[in-house]
């Protein structure tokens, strides 16, 4: 499948969302959320490795205030995690707290529509990406292809 690109519409599908406290995750239909949104969505590999906690997580979280204020109303991490590894990665690492909602694509089928799916020994990745998508449709859009430092929140704020 072809990787995502500017000017496509943000596939309908369904993530899930564990809110800390709860037992059991939430179906979220992303394209209900984020409906009539200016919206910054970033994918990692995976929850709590390295890079993803060290750096492209972390950069969006000091940038959550310089992203609203450039309209962006929601940030969303995805992952090919299960909604218990998102919540914990989120509430351990801060990025809960800082405003930042995250969601598991635990069937891989965001990670698939945006052609971004990578199989690993540990099971299909997604290749690290973000994107802007306004009302559901990708605005702007950063590949980690030339390097991971492309799709981190400092690269994302000068394109807006």
């Given amino acids: 499948m072809t990787e995502v690109k500017v000017g496509d519409k943000i596939p309908s599908v369904e993530l899930k969302e564990l809110k800390t406290g709860e037992e059991r995750p939430a179906v979220v239909s992303l394209a ?4 009539g949104k200016k919206v910054a969505i970033f994918g990692v590999p995976g929850a709590f490795t390295p890079g993803c906690s060290k750096s492209h997580l972390p950069s969006f979280m000091t940038a959550q205030d310089e992203l609203k204020a450039k309209g ?19 509430r351990t690492s801060g990025g809960s707290d800082s405003g930042i909602l995250f969601l598991a ?12 799916a990578m199989d690993t020994p540990v099971g299909l990745r997604t290749k ?5 998508a306004d009302d559901g449709v990708v605005s702007h859009y950063f590949s980690s292809a030339e390097a991971a430092s492309n799709t981190w929140a400092p690269a994302v704020l000068s394109s807006l």
């Fill in 32 to 35: 209900e959320l984020i409906a």
């Fill in 72 to 90: 962006v109303d929601l940030t969303i991490c995805v992952a090919t995690n299960d909604a218990y590894v998102m919540e914990a990665w989120g």
């Fill in 105 to 116: 694509d635990d069937s891989g089928d965001l990670t698939r529509q945006f052609g971004l």
């Fill in 128 to 132: 690290r990406f973000s994107l802007i």
